[in-house]
Nanobody, 127 residues
Framework: QVQLVESGGGSVQAGGSLRLSCVAS????????MAWFRQAPGKEREGVAS????????YYGGSVKGRFTISRDNGQPTLYLQMNNLKPEDTAMYYC????????????????????WGQGTQVTVSS
C-alpha cells in the first residue's frame, strides 16, 4: 500500500495561484502513475491531471488545460500541481492518488484506476 499526504491547499482570490504537493511513502513501487482529483460538494470526483513516471508524460482534464501543471520529483516520490489563474469553479477538495496503471490518463483520468488515496487538501477560490 502507498501512503499519500497532500499539502498546499488554502484560500485565494480568483486569478491567484497555489501549488499542491503530495508525498508518497510505503510501497512506492506501486506508484508509477500518480494523479490529482478534485471533488466539490454534491459533485462527482473529477480527474484533474495525471503523471506517468516511466515516460514523464502528464495528462490533463479539459477544464484545467493551460492553467495547471503537474510534475513529479522521483527522489522521495512527490507529486506537485501548480495551479495558476484559479477560478471560483476550481473550489474543491483535492486528492492525490497512485497506482501502477499503464494508461495513466491517456484515455481519461478515472478514479477506478487508482488504488491508493490521500486524505485531501481544500482549495477555495473566491471571486
Amino acid at each position: 500500500q502507498v501512503q499519500l499526504v497532500e499539502s498546499g491547499g488554502g484560500s485565494v482570490q480568483a486569478g491567484g495561484s497555489l501549488r499542491l504537493s503530495c508525498v508518497a511513502s510505503g510501497a512506492t513501487g506501486r506508484s508509477n502513475c500518480m494523479a490529482w482529483f478534485r471533488q466539490a460538494p454534491g459533485k462527482e470526483r473529477e480527474g484533474v491531471a495525471s503523471f506517468y513516471a516511466p515516460d514523464g508524460r502528464g495528462y490533463y482534464g479539459g477544464s484545467v488545460k493551460g492553467r495547471f501543471t503537474i510534475s513529479r520529483d522521483n527522489g522521495q516520490p512527490t507529486l506537485y500541481l501548480q495551479m495558476n489563474n484559479l477560478k471560483p469553479e476550481d473550489t474543491a477538495m483535492y486528492y492525490c492518488a497512485a497506482s501502477n496503471s499503464w494508461s495513466c490518463g491517456r484515455y481519461g483520468i478515472g478514479p477506478a484506476d487508482f488504488a491508493s488515496w490521500g486524505q485531501g487538501t481544500q482549495v477555495t477560490v473566491s471571486s
